[in-house]
């Protein structure tokens, strides 16, 4: 039974850093991601990792984000720093194996539930 579990939301002041993990569980795939989705918009890809330790970011969060993947601890990580008003969201993390699209959601069928950041 694949388990995503998201913690670490909350909120935060402009220019102010939140860590986001992900702790996975019951298979490992060959790609984690970070999506997000704020109110009334669609879900976007944030942040990708593959089992080769390549990254993907969008370009809205390039050199202000990082992703990163604990295998001992099969935990996924968002470092998000320099944090901007239109950060808020819901993010949630992703996994799937065969990714070809890794910042695409068609891309993923198994998610967690989600964690909220708010930045003020």
């Known amino acids: 039974h694949v388990q995503l579990v998201e913690s670490g939301g909350g909120s935060a002041l402009a220019g102010g850093s939140v860590r986001l993990s992900c702790a996975a569980s019951g298979y490992t795939f060959n790609t984690y991601s970070w999506f997000r989705q704020a109110p009334g918009q669609e879900r976007e890809g944030v942040a990708a990792i593959d089992s080769d330790g390549r990254t993907s970011y969008a370009d809205s969060v390039k050199g202000r984000f990082t992703i990163s993947k604990d295998n001992a601890k099969n935990t996924l990580y968002l470092q998000m720093n320099s944090l901007k008003p239109e950060d808020t969201a819901m993010y949630y993390c992703?996994?799937?194996?065969?990714?070809?699209?890794?910042?695409?959601?068609?891309?993923?069928?198994?998610w967690g539930q989600g964690t909220q950041v708010t930045v003020s």
């Open positions: 992703a996994a799937g194996s065969g990714v070809i699209l890794p910042l695409d959601s068609n891309e993923y069928n198994h």
